[in-house]
């Protein structure tokens, strides 16, 4: 079951974190991973140890915000079957805490990012007889947090489109699905402990891994096998959904 054999995938920040994750499951199922990051060198290492796995793996380097940059990488692809907007920033602040700037750094990785993808994969995808995307959401599209009023922004956006595309596509088999994490354990979380929480790190981790109602933060694994299932023909009759893989945080929170 779930098996990607014949199928290529691409994962825009597939070299870290969930995208890693993904990158690496998708390549045991049997897929022709293309990882699109920054630069080709921060995917460079999940490739290689695709490869020494015995998979197949390729990295382009392409800015995600550049619609041009996007569409050539995918031209270079060709044949996309599967498509995983992972690429992604944070962002802390409230509306009065978030400078004109970071705004528009968030919307041009978070929603720009996506929407170049979608445009360059959904001609190929059509063209092919279908294909499979997921997008990577948040709870915060759903509920709303203290302190993150642009990347919340950026993931009611992703929510929407996912939506938009979903419904569009019915008639050209192209399926669209979107996964809302909560807080999940990856490099990224560890290294903003590090940095705003000097000393405490031990304590930080503890209280945000209890802000889950599970008592624990994700694992990007987990991230990874839900979008497995997604993206698989087993889930053939699922699109326009959304999935929280909260730990209980949008139901059972008090």
Same mark, same amino acid.
């Given at each position: 079951m779930f098996?990607?054999?014949?199928k290529k995938a691409v994962i825009t920040g597939g070299g870290s974190g969930i995208g890693r994750a993904i990158s690496l499951l998708f390549a045991r199922q049997g897929?022709? $991973?293309? *990882? *699109?990051?920054?630069?080709?060198?921060? &995917?460079?290492? $999940?490739a290689d140890e695709i490869r020494q796995a015995g998979g197949t793996a390729h990295v382009h380097a392409a800015d995600v915000s550049q619609q041009a940059q996007v569409v050539a990488a995918f031209q270079a692809i060709g044949q996309v079957d599967v498509l995983v907007n992972n690429a992604g920033i944070a962002h802390v602040g409230n509306v009065e805490t978030t400078p004109e700037a970071d705004f528009e750094r968030v919307y041009q990785v978070n929603v720009k990012g996506a929407y170049n993808c979608l445009f360059a994969a959904v001609p190929l995808m059509k063209a092919q007889g279908g294909g499979a995307i997921v997008n990577m959401a948040s709870i915060a599209a759903h509920v709303g947090l203290t302190d993150r009023f642009a990347y919340s922004m950026s993931k009611g956006a992703i929510f929407a489109m996912t939506l938009s595309v979903a419904r569009?596509?019915? &008639?050209?088999? *192209? @399926?669209?699905n979107?996964?809302?994490?909560? @807080?999940?354990?990856?490099?990224? $979380?560890?290294g903003f402990i590090a940095k705003n929480y000097a000393g405490r790190e031990e304590d930080i981790f503890?209280?945000?891994?209890?802000?889950?109602?599970i008592g624990r933060m994700g694992q990007p694994d987990e991230v990874a096998a839900l979008a497995l299932y997604l993206c698989s023909d087993e889930a053939g009759f699922v699109t326009g959904c959304d999935y929280p893989l909260d730990g209980g945080f949008i139901k059972l929170n008090t």
């Open positions: 098996s990607l054999t014949n897929a022709e $991973v293309h *990882i *699109i990051e920054l630069t080709a060198e921060a &995917g460079q290492q $999940v569009d596509y019915l &008639g050209s088999n *192209i @399926r669209c979107s996964i809302s994490p909560a @807080r999940v354990h990856t490099p990224f $979380v560890d503890d209280k945000l891994s209890k802000s889950q109602p």
